[in-house]
């Protein structure tokens, strides 16, 4: 039996297995090379998220107080104005011009003498300096509002003392009064602008940023002490009488040149609280309530040596008409108290009722005569 070497067996390949194992080879990098990148991108991924903490900590311990006072005047919006435009544009409305020319109202530019105005009620009630409109014949008053004509003004209410008065304009359209401040949330460090427009235009002539330095500066005038608030940003002939409002274009304050140079502090300038102003209003719109007076104020004129309330409309079958009294007619004192502010009326009505009587002294027709009036609500 012959033994022979067996013959190999030949193992041969076709194309397509040749194809399919280049496939295979090829899909076999592919998936290593995916791996591969998954593992980099993770590998990214956590670097980027412990530098991200890490820088955090960094920022943090660097700047920690810094983003905390950033974060405490986001969280205050009183203590910080980041649109000004956003609070001229809520007062510019409530700001008017008083002259007393007409045509120093009709050309967009600033006369001496100008002097800028508040709407604080919609029927027309305007807040102002009195120095500058002691003793006109005329007083007019342009509203802000584009192509706007001046209009006539009266006085209600004239305080030479604290260079305040209160005139009024009718009016048939619609009018915007500024929103006034709660007086519990101004704050030394607050930031606030003062609006002025003594221009005569549709823009707000002048807006001055700064911060209150005191809101407890008294000023002590004739025994009375009034509250004043202490700013930053300079008040001068065009913004005197304007508006001090903060961050929200409510009033805090009316600016006070007067005032400001009287104190005379270097750097320092002065505007009158709003409390104090809605004191006398509101004590003022009581008393016109209990007589039947439609329309009239307090006038003060050491000039002319008279004080007192002034009658400039009277309701028929109210106390005041009842009793004789009639339109320009002074109220000069009450139960032998003289009217000289506000707070003289407050302290003669604070104990009246319905029924009571009240013995006034009444300057008429440049005569001087008692008249007994008696309240009938």
């Avoid at 706007?148 to 009018?175: M, N, T, W, Y």
Wanted: hydrophobic share 35%.
């Amino acid at each position: 039996m012959k033994f022979g070497r067996s013959k190999e067996r030949k193992i041969s390949r076709t194309p397509q297995d040749r194809i399919a194992n280049i496939i295979f080879e090829k899909k076999n990098t592919t998936q290593a090379r995916v791996k591969i990148g998954v593992k980099i991108i993770l590998y990214l991924v956590t670097a980027s998220f412990l530098g991200a903490i890490i820088s955090g900590i960094n920022v943090k311990n660097k700047y920690g107080e810094v983003m905390q006072q950033v974060k405490e005047l986001s969280d205050n919006a009183d203590n910080v104005i980041l649109d000004y435009t956003k609070v001229i544009n809520e007062v510019s409305p409530s700001l008017v011009t008083i002259s007393d020319d007409e045509d120093k109202l009709n050309n967009n530019s600033y006369f001496d003498g100008n002097v800028t105005g508040i709407i604080i009620d919609d029927s027309g009630i305007i807040l102002t300096n009195y120095s500058t409109i002691k003793g006109k014949s005329d007083i007019y008053v342009k509203l802000s509002s584009v192509a706007s004509r001046p209009i006539k003004a009266q006085i209600l209410i004239e305080d030479e003392s604290i260079d305040l008065a209160v005139i009024k304009i009718e009016f048939d359209g619609e009018l915007k009064p500024i929103k006034l401040a709660d007086s519990n949330t101004i704050k030394e460090g607050q930031v606030i602008v003062v609006l002025g427009n003594a221009i005569g235009d549709e823009y707000i002539g002048s807006s001055i940023p700064g911060i209150i330095t005191s809101k407890n500066e008294k000023w002590d005038l004739d025994g009375k002490k009034y509250s004043l608030l202490q700013i930053s940003a300079p008040i001068d002939e065009k913004n005197t009488g304007g508006a001090i409002c903060n961050s929200k274009g409510e009033l805090v304050g009316i600016a006070h040149l007067s005032i400001t140079n009287e104190k005379n502090e270097s750097g320092l300038y002065y505007g009158l609280q709003m409390k104090e102003l809605q004191e006398m209003i509101n004590s003022t719109n009581r008393f016109k309530s209990l007589l039947g007076i439609v329309e009239g104020g307090i006038v003060v004129d050491k000039e002319r040596g008279f004080s007192g309330f002034y009658i400039q409309e009277l309701s028929k079958g109210g106390s005041a008409y009842m009793a004789g009294i009639k339109p320009t007619d002074i109220i000069v004192e009450i139960d032998d108290h003289e009217i000289v502010e506000a707070d003289d009326i407050i302290v003669v009505l604070q104990d009246k009722q319905k029924d009571d009587i009240l013995h006034c002294k009444v300057l008429s027709d440049g005569e001087m005569k008692y008249v007994d009036i008696k309240i009938l609500s």
